[in-house]
């Protein structure tokens, strides 16, 4: 079965690898002219990084990953510890697979490496496709065109794909803008922070911030503030003036990380609601061309991979002729998990940012119960695995 993937991303890689392994026959298009990847820091978690295991990339991924210790929430002005929840060693024992802090770059790279040459077209922008009875044609362009037995829609929240069988989206803005920087870890080895990823939640505001790169080169932060930009753009620029303003009055370690940077990007966080559908003909969507979430549960890339692992579990036992059987259980798997973590997300992102008062004295009551933290690392989201549940259906 022939099949072409739109955007190499990371889900877009993660398509390619796991389709090819299924045994399909891959073409992923790009509309950049080189991969490069402009978000600094990025969360896997373990019902990721053990697919990626699985596609042979167990090496690469512990040189260039950081294994945090521990996940560890302070509240926002005196820094005290509201909850902390174990990864490293903890993880692996109860979930079977790591839990790493990486680069974006970095893990976009380290993808890029394992597929095939001549896998990979850059500089193909999608403006069209067209289906017919027995195949999808599509449009790009410089002029390019190309057939597939099935298109995967793999080219983010701005999908062309989404649009074209989808029509215009309508997401409505949330109120907040995130702040993000990256600071080389000796600017601030004075501050002598551990291995981990801290998130300090406020009225209104919350900031996180984890090491990546190998050997725990960069500190990666993201601040999350109210505010009126509306501009959905990872690469937009920031005023580190600005980022520290809206955290006046908060710990002084908030402020110095901020305050390390000689330099911020920003942009506005939107809500979209789950889509009644992923799938149309023989074209279906994944990643956040299909489900974009709010940044709140650190799921997004993740799911994606996960959709990757189970799209290709659905096209390898289908031929050409029986595309809307394998799509159609592709979007019943997924679609309810993925669901999920919107929702979650979305529940997230206002315990995260509680005002004083009581209501947030009985989040940070319920956060001290460690049988009962609401944080994403529970069974259900971590200890899941799309591969062998797959199998046993």
């Known amino acids: ?15 390619a690898l796991t389709l090819r392994r299924s045994g ?59 909850t902390r929840q174990p990864l490293a060693d903890a993880c692996e024992r109860n979930f079977g697979a790591p839990y790493y802090n990486f680069h974006r770059a970095d893990l976009l790279d380290l993808l890029s ?11 193909h922008r999608c403006v069209g496709l067209t289906q017919h009875r027995d195949r999808v044609e599509l449009q790009f362009h410089n002029g390019a065109t190309a057939d597939a037995d099935v ?10 794909v989404r649009k074209s069988i989808m029509g215009p989206e309508s997401p409505r803005f949330s109120g907040h803008v995130a ?33 990546v790169g190998a050997g725990a080169r960069y500190h990666n932060w993201v601040a999350v503030t109210p505010g009126e930009w509306r501009v959905e753009s990872w690469t937009a620029r920031g005023d580190v003036a600005d980022a520290l303003k809206e955290f006046e009055g908060w710990h002084p370690r908030v402020r110095e990380i901020i305050g390390a940077v000689e330099t911020t990007n920003r942009w506005a966080l939107y809500d979209r609601d789950p889509l009644p559908r992923w799938t ?14 709010l940044p709140y549960m650190a799921q997004g ?13 659905c096209l390898e036992r289908a031929d050409a002729h029986d595309v809307d059987a394998a799509l159609s259980r592709y979007e019943q798997t997924r679609k309810p998990r993925a669901s999920r973590c919107q929702e979650g997300s979305r529940r997230n992102g206002i315990m995260n940012h509680l005002a004083d008062g009581e209501e947030q004295r009985k989040r940070d009551a319920h956060l001290a119960s460690s049988t009962t933290a609401p944080l994403p690392q529970n069974a259900w989201l971590y200890g899941h695995d799309v591969e062998a549940e797959f199998e046993q259906k």
Do not use: C
């Open 301 to 313: 890339a993740v799911q994606s991979i996960e959709d990757a692992a189970v799209l290709a579990k």
């Open 151 to 160: 298109v995967i829609g793999a080219d983010g929240i701005h999908s062309t």
């Open 1 to 15: 079965m022939r099949t072409i993937v739109i955007g190499a991303g990371i889900g877009g890689l993660a398509a």
């Open 24 to 82: 399909l026959d891959v073409q992923v298009f790009e509309q950049a002219t080189e991969l490069r990847e402009v978000g600094a820091g990025i969360q896997l978690s373990p019902n990721a990084s053990r697919i990626l295991n699985r596609l042979g990339l167990e090496e690469p991924m512990r040189r260039m990953g950081v294994r945090p210790h521990a996940v560890v929430v302070r509240r926002w002005d005196d820094g005290r510890e509201l």
């Open 113 to 123: 490496a394992a597929v095939p040459k001549g896998m990979l077209h850059l500089d």
């Open 179 to 211: 702040y993000r920087g990256l600071v080389p870890a000796d600017r601030i080895a004075h501050l002598g922070m551990e291995l981990a990823v801290a998130a300090w939640w406020g009225p209104g505001h919350h900031f996180v911030h984890y090491y």
């Open 280 to 293: 149309v003909g023989r074209v279906t969507l994944m990643g956040d061309a299909a489900h974009p979430m």
